[in-house]
């Protein structure tokens, strides 16, 4: 990978940029970030308004309403096992491009629904095409951007995906309203279409790329159930890993913090949607900035720093508690939402370049369900006991739980999960060649030799 050397620093140390990083991409890797913008500008369109167009337009009961939204993650978790092992053999390709149809369909189903039926059918198949799409883009980045890109790529891909998602809320917030039907229906059928530029891309100029994965004949005799996967080095651990990271970050910051803030912080609805600008708002400005600072580190150590990261917003959103109904609490929201914000940008381009790195090319696409499978399921668990929590008026309880659960997630990452990983897959970088760092000496003959050299690279 190439990169530029900074004239400033004396020692000669080189950092790594935004453009070398584009520069040493592969053409298959742009592609594919082309379009992330406009995908998710789509999701953002109607991320915010999916109660509201339920309940409000359509006539559904809140209860029922309530009952709709656990469908997708509900779906998406039943289908993550077997999509791995479909990508497996099929190739993550064709199982993404799958994917994108499904989440076209159920959008304009979506769109069209009048009945709790057919928004649970709609609703059913976006949430299946979710299950099986994080696997799959995980996947296909792993196999068309080369190792020693992945961290930054995932992070890039991360700040564009909520650059879009934020950009779509404001947008949709605009064309929304609770009188007109048609409105809701134009920002689904837009979200549909927003999935349509990535099909193209994969079916005309990507269609020769990740097609089915090649095995060979080690390969194709090592077991490969999920149960052989999980007995691997590191892989059951990394999953807890996953599970924990989700079970304290974003599964609360979607249920438990707003709701929280709302019993317990006494903020406004308004005050709400100004934290989570906040939190998307920060995520594209700093991202960038936070992977130059993360490269060649440890990446367990990036983790544990998130999580102390993420202990010091919760305990912000537990001070909004102290000064409820106040502009004061509205403020400890959002900077709450903000905190949370830097931790996401050193989880995002770490956990993802781990999991790919560490799976072997036959086996990528169940390694990528299994974290998929870890995320999801803490997403389905954490908001019942955040409910429960706050509902019982257990405020503290809620925050010290999740103070204490980033302490465990940082020292999972540190005492357990990295002394399983091998060095380069935990991001630190190989030592420099022989020849460019060991003193060129001259034996009793003349002759130069290379004298020994002897350290190891860390972070």
């Not at 809701?184 to 837009?190: G, H, P, V």
């Not at 369900?369 to 668990?381: D, H, N, P, R």
Request: hydrophobic residues 55%; proline residues 7%.
């Amino acid at each position: 990978m190439s990169s530029a050397t900074d004239p400033t620093d004396p020692t000669g140390t080189t950092r790594l940029t935004l453009s070398s990083f584009w520069h040493d991409l592969p053409r298959a890797g742009k592609l594919l970030l082309s379009v992330v913008v406009l995908e998710f500008l789509g999701t953002g369109l109607v991320l915010p308004f999916h109660v509201v167009y339920l309940n409000e337009v359509r006539d559904i009961p809140l209860s029922d309403v309530g009952l709709l939204l656990a469908v997708p993650p509900l779906a998406g978790l039943l289908v993550v096992g077997p999509s791995g092992t479909a990508i497996d053999r099929f190739g993550a390709r064709r199982i993404l491009m799958a994917t994108l149809v499904l989440l076209s369909v159920g959008n304009v189903l979506l769109a069209l629904a009048t009945t709790p039926l057919a928004a649970g059918l709609a609703l059913a198949l976006t949430g299946i095409a979710a299950g099986v799409s994080w696997p799959a883009s995980q996947s296909l980045i792993a196999a068309v951007v080369p190792r020693e890109l992945r961290q930054r790529y995932f992070g890039v891909n991360f700040t564009l995906l909520n650059l879009g998602i934020g950009i779509g809320g404001v947008v949709g917030g605009v064309v929304v309203d609770v009188e007109s039907a048609v409105t809701f229906q134009a920002i689904y059928l837009a979200d549909a279409a927003s999935y349509l530029p990535a099909l193209v891309l994969l079916a005309v100029p990507l269609r020769h790329v990740a097609g089915r994965p090649q095995h060979d004949d080690v390969a194709a005799q090592e077991p490969s159930s999920y149960a052989a996967v999980l007995r691997r080095p590191a892989v059951a651990s990394l999953m807890v890993l996953g599970f924990s990271a989700s079970f304290v970050g974003y599964a609360q910051l979607n249920a438990g913090m707003p709701a929280y803030a709302r019993a317990v912080g006494e903020v406004s609805t308004q005050g709400l949607g100004i934290a989570f600008a906040a939190n998307t708002l920060v995520i594209v400005v700093l991202q960038l900035a936070v992977l130059q600072r993360i490269e060649g580190r440890r990446r367990t150590r990036v983790i544990a720093v998130m999580a102390l990261i993420w202990a010091g917003a919760w305990l912000l959103l537990g001070g909004s508690g102290l000064v409820p109904g106040t502009v004061g609490a509205t403020v400890l929201v959002a900077a709450c939402a903000s905190v949370f914000a830097l931790g996401e940008t050193l989880l995002q381009p770490t956990i993802p370049a781990l999991v790919n790195d560490l799976a072997p090319d036959h086996l990528r696409g169940r390694y990528n369900a299994l974290s998929s499978a870890a995320f999801q399921s803490a997403q389905v668990i954490a908001p019942p006991v955040a409910g429960f929590l706050v509902g019982h008026s257990l405020g503290n309880a809620y925050v010290g739980l999740l103070v204490v659960g980033c302490l465990a997630v940082a020292a999972l990452a540190v005492v357990r999960v990295e002394r399983q990983l091998p060095p380069g897959v935990n991001g630190v970088r190989a030592p420099a060649p022989l020849e460019e760092t060991a003193p060129v000496l001259a034996d009793a003959t003349g002759e130069p030799f290379a004298g020994p050299v002897s350290g190891s690279g860390g972070a």
